[in-house]
Structure formats: structure tokens, C-alpha cells
Nanobody, 118 residues
Framework: QVQLVESGGGLVQPGGSLRLSCAAS????????MGWYRQAPGKQRELVAT???????DYGDSVKGRLTISRDDIKKTVYLQMNNLKPEDTAVYYC????????????WGQGTQVTVSS
């Protein structure tokens, strides 16, 4: 059974930085996509960033240039380095893992709260 465990969330002031981590466990297909989505109160879940096993990345428009996704396949871990954080980045951040076919193999973490406030 695949499990995703996030860590690194918390409270940070505007302009500050945080680093989120998500460790995967279980049987995972080597060709996969890992990433992060977020959901703010009253809003739909949205893409933050994803990265494939080949290192191909995709970012949501609102975070380009400020957030960087990376992964360590030996540790089965995906990271999200968040710099120059803004109040509008406040949300629950969910780790995501999928491989083909995604209708059958899509997994989510429990979420970690990120709050950007002075």
C-alpha cells in the first residue's frame, strides 16, 4: 500500500521561506509523477508543481519563479522549496503521486498547513 507523509509546513512571515518534504513508501512504479497541490479555504485544489521521474517539471502560474520542486528517488521523497512567500500562498499543501493509468494509481498525502502572515 502506498503512503505519502508530508512535513515542513508552518507559520512564516511574508517574504520568508519554507521547505516541504513528502516521503513515499510502499510499492511504487519507477515511471511516475510526484508533486504538490494546494487548497485554500473556499477555493478549489490547484496545481503547485509536479516533477516526473525524468526530471520534467510543471508549475502553477501563481508560483513560477518563487517555488522549486525537486525529488530524490533513492529516498522516494519530493521537496518543495518555497521562497518569497506571500499571504495568498496560505493553504493546505497536499503531496501527490501518480503513474499510468492515473484512474487507478493516484495517491494523496494527508496535507500540511502553510500560513503566511505577519
Amino acid at each position: 500500500q502506498v503512503q505519502l507523509v508530508e512535513s515542513g509546513g508552518g507559520l512564516v512571515q511574508p517574504g520568508g521561506s519554507l521547505r516541504l518534504s513528502c516521503a513515499a513508501s510502499g510499492t511504487i512504479f519507477s515511471i511516475n509523477t510526484m508533486g504538490w497541490y494546494r487548497q485554500a479555504p473556499g477555493k478549489q485544489r490547484e496545481l503547485v508543481a509536479t516533477i516526473t521521474n525524468a526530471g520534467v517539471t510543471d508549475y502553477g502560474d501563481s508560483v513560477k519563479g518563487r517555488l522549486t520542486i525537486s525529488r530524490d528517488d533513492i529516498k522516494k521523497t519530493v521537496y518543495l522549496q518555497m521562497n518569497n512567500l506571500k499571504p495568498e500562498d496560505t493553504a493546505v499543501y497536499y503531496c501527490h503521486l501518480r503513474w499510468w493509468p492515473p484512474s487507478r494509481f493516484t495517491y494523496w498525502g494527508q496535507g500540511t498547513q502553510v500560513t503566511v502572515s505577519s
